[in-house]
């Protein structure tokens, strides 16, 4: 499939441009709000498009003439001759006759190497099937993939593993819904953005916050606070607080829910807040109820919730993870460690039946520039092709 980004001044905007360069056929991954580029502050509309390729590539993969090999022997005879030797060999026994035995022998040497084994024709579903299996998603999504793949794999042509992988990227990129950027836009005055970072421990909460801070202060040179309420573990309080001394930005660290709303005061100069949360190992999110009451009521700032999970979780893993915060009622998923594993396909539930857009990917250790906005058609080929960095990603 073919993807590409559109950017215009509104959303009528960028979708001409997508029929004046695409066509009427273009399918529409995902649009995010963005700043215009060449125009700092000027808001914009980016939309990113896919036209399937449903026929050009595979014309180019044909098969052409017959080779032949030094001595002159057409490959597809030597072919055939093989057949008939083969079928005797079922009728007679297996090595019954030397005769055939010696023919045999003879094809070996004519052949030179240039007569491989038959092969089993190419079934284009099949390969579906097994690069859905290879990429870890689960069966259930697999079956409901290979369905559509198969009504759209009906064209009379030679398939080849790459078109496969093609237009199963297309299939997954439709159904993943991508979030924008969560901080775009003008603040008004004085009334802060607040976002928490919840998820399970050890996801990446506390580095994904330090990566979206820099991101801010030193990309957008907007003025950022960060609260820490992970009073928890010993040496959470110390790493926020680096990465906050490192960026000379103000932490709060707040270890009781009256304290909350106090600490946000504290940082009103800020237009974004990112809260760090406790990630706890054992049961459910109980202890952070009374924290979120405080800050859904705030009225002197708006409030967001982020649900962080990590690539390498399994995919009945990440399910558990959503119901146990669903408490929080995420807004949008951060991925992250995308990086660490070969097998994407296991996130496709999450990503594609969760209803909750994904906002920004993880890909490594390296704080800031190791994170990317979520991209529904780069995330789908990760899912089918595997990883790699290609510094291509958008950051803010
Ligand atoms: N490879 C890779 N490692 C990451 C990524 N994000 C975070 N990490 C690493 O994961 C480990 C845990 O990261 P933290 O940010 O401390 O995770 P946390 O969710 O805050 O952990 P708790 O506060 O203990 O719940 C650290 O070693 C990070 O460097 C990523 O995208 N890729
Ligand atoms: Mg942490």
Known sequence: MMIKSFEGVDMNDALRKVKKELGSDAVILSSRKSERSGTPGAPGVVVTAGLPQLDPPWARDLPGPPEEN???????????LRDVIARMEREWGPGSSREIQGLLARIGSLSGGFLSPPQPPFDPVEEAGKTLAASGF?????QDLMEAFRLLSFQPVDWSSSQVQSLLQFLVAQKLDVAGSLFSGERPAGRPLVVLFAGPTGVGKTTTIAKIAAMLVARQRRPVGLVNLDTYRIGAVEQL??????MGVPVEVVSSPSRLSGAITHLR??????VDSAGRSEGGTDEMDPFLSVLRS??????????????????????????????????ALVVTKVDETGTLGSLYPLLAHSR?????VGTGQKVPEDIELAHGGRL???????????????RT
């Open 241 to 246: 607080r680096i990465y906050g001394d490192l």
């Open 298 to 331: 705030g009225s002197s700032w708006d409030f967001k919730t982020v649900l962080v999970v990590s690539a390498t979780q399994k995919s009945d893993d990440l399910s558990r993870t959503l119901q146990r915060f669903s408490k929080v009622r995420p807004e």
């Open 269 to 274: 100069g800020s237009e974004v807040i990112l």
């Open 356 to 360: 909750i857009p994904t906002a920004y």
């Open 380 to 394: 789908a080929q990760w899912m089918i092709e595997g990883w790699s960095r290609d510094g291509s990603g958008v």
């Open 138 to 142: 689960p069966e259930e999504d697999r």
């Open 70 to 80: 030094p001595e002159g022997v057409r490959l597809s005879e030597m072919d055939a």
